[in-house]
């Protein structure tokens, strides 16, 4: 509150980009991107490969130039209106999949190599991150002499070493194995929440962006189709193609009549889809249920799971925390996958029924 008790202002985002778009040979790579960054906030560009997120980093940077748009730290514009500062006066840190290591510099000299303060306070800084990165006693060594984990935590270091406002991440832990990258992930998402800068982080892995990330801004062809915290996103994607990109699914194609769609498995609501317009009923695999024949019949209908349809087991697969089984229905031929959790392998032809939980349903226009 304020000396006459109004609420204080909310403060600035730490970075904001407005309108941004760049194109290549007449084709946009980005457009019209527009997203808020607030400072301790991670954010993340989720998508394919070619859908602009790294061009979109790399304008933020200021190592590309933004066919229009405005970019914003802390208030102030760093790209607007004929204004481009350089990439040295934006007090932003990047840091890539290949870690860019001086491999003649010792680890210390790597991390110092941006700071321009006095020697001494150099030094002070190089150890506090060593120590924040747990590599202390490694300023010695140089880059061939680490691991891949090793490498990674040390180009973080230095790129937080000038405490920058904010950090951009470009697919920075593609290159590791697959047991270090979630140990790694979890060591550099505490040390980035210490330092307080706002990330921005490219991936176009949805498991890496649900692990780090507080918002996710999903791209597609350039454009930022939905935006939201990882909750939000994977439980209310936008259309079926947001669904697909974060699980598996099954997609059920109908009619939807006077706002109903009858299915085998029971009628759906629909509302909002014209008369006779097709739709498709997506679910996860996981949230099919499964239930015994017995003697040609299936459990009951309810509200909740709907009517139950037969199956044929087509085959069953152990992934170790879970099962896969494929499914042919006994209606048209459809083809469903559900997931069980723990060892469930039943033999291929086996009947059994599905039923399918209302409440975990996408509808989208076909």
């Known amino acids: 509150m304020n000396s006459v008790g109004n609420p204080a202002p909310a403060p600035a985002p730490r970075l904001e980009i407005r309108n941004l778009t760049r194109s290549f040979a007449g084709r946009a790579v980005v457009d019209d991107v527009s997203l808020t960054v607030a400072a301790g906030q991670v954010t993340c560009l989720l998508g394919p490969s070619g859908c602009g997120k790294s061009t979109t980093l790399r304008m933020i940077a200021g190592v590309e130039t933004p066919d229009s748009g405005q970019i914003v730290i802390d208030g102030a514009p760093v790209f607007a209106n004929g204004l481009a500062l350089p990439p040295e006066r934006r007090g932003v840190g990047l840091m890539f999949q290949d870690f860019a290591l001086f491999p003649h510099l010792t680890v210390a000299d790597n991390i110092a190599f941006g700071l321009t303060a006095a020697r001494e306070a150099k030094a002070r800084r190089v150890d506090e991150l060593l120590e924040r990165v747990n590599l202390t006693g490694f300023g010695p060594k140089h880059p061939h002499q680490l691991s891949g984990g090793e490498q990674q935590r040390v180009a973080l270091a230095r790129a937080l070493a000038p405490r920058p ?123 099919l249920k499964i239930d015994f024949d017995r003697a040609g019949r299936g459990p009951n209908p309810t509200p909740m799971d709907g009517t139950p349809a037969r199956g044929i087991v087509q085959r069953a697969r152990f992934l170790g925390r879970e099962s896969l089984v494929e499914f042919r229905m006994e209606f048209g031929g459809l083809v469903l996958t559900a997931s069980v959790p723990g060892v469930f392998l039943p033999k291929p032809g086996t009947a059994l029924w599905l039923m399918i939980r209302r409440d975990r349903c996408f509808v989208f226009p076909a």
């Open 165 to 287: 406002r904010v950090m951009l991440m470009d697919e920075p832990f593609s290159g590791l194995d697959n047991r270090l990258r979630d140990g790694i992930r979890d060591a550099t998402l505490e040390v980035l929440k210490d330092e307080g800068a706002a990330v921005l982080l490219v991936t176009h892995e949805p498991d890496e962006a649900m692990r780090m990330a507080d918002e996710i801004a999903l791209m597609r062809a350039g454009r930022v189709v939905q935006q939201g915290a990882p909750y939000n996103i994977y439980n209310n994607p936008v259309d079926r193609a947001a669904a697909a990109f974060f699980s598996d699914i099954n997609v059920i194609r109908a009619e939807s009549r006077g706002a109903l769609t009858v299915t085998p498995f029971g009628e759906f609501l629909t509302p909002g889809h014209a008369d006779g317009a097709p739709v498709e009923i997506v679910i996860r695999p996981q949230h």
